[in-house]
């Protein structure tokens, strides 16, 4: 098996799809905050994350999108948050910058070795 298909790095890239896909969710809600009737929707970031950890093949299936319970409605029946989704996409792109870390630091390891090695 080769390093580019280890583990770790099949997880981080697993991590970097669900967080690709919950950063357009999260647009996607913002851009729907005058639509009426429209409902927040997001991904189940750890169940996606625990699917990928325990082994499952998630490369041929989509994150799964789900809708947010518990969230107040105005009377046009849009139940976006502006603070929400805000927070939210801090929060994913601050998840996303420090995936994209770890797999430059893999790649560095890797480029030490070779070059060291040769």
């Known amino acids: 098996m080769s390093w580019l298909n280890s583990a770790p790095l099949m997880l ?44 499952e093949d998630t490369s041929l299936t989509s994150p799964f999108v789900i809708p947010v319970r518990g969230l107040i409605a105005r009377p046009d029946g849009n139940n976006v948050s502006v603070d929400r989704e805000s927070l939210l996409l801090a929060e994913v792109q601050l998840q996303f910058k420090a995936a994209t870390v770890v797999i430059r630091s ?7 070795a070779i070059r060291e090695g040769a």
Not at 18 to 24: A, I, K
Not at 31 to 54: K, Q, S
Not at 106 to 112: G, R, Y
């Open 12 to 55: 981080l890239e697993r991590y970097l799809d669900v967080t690709t896909m919950r950063q357009t969710l999260v647009t996607t809600n913002l851009a729907n905050i005058d639509t009426p009737g429209y409902h927040t929707r997001d991904v189940d970031f750890r169940g996606e994350l625990a699917r990928a950890m325990n082994g």
């Open 106 to 112: 893999e790649f560095a390891q890797v480029s030490t």
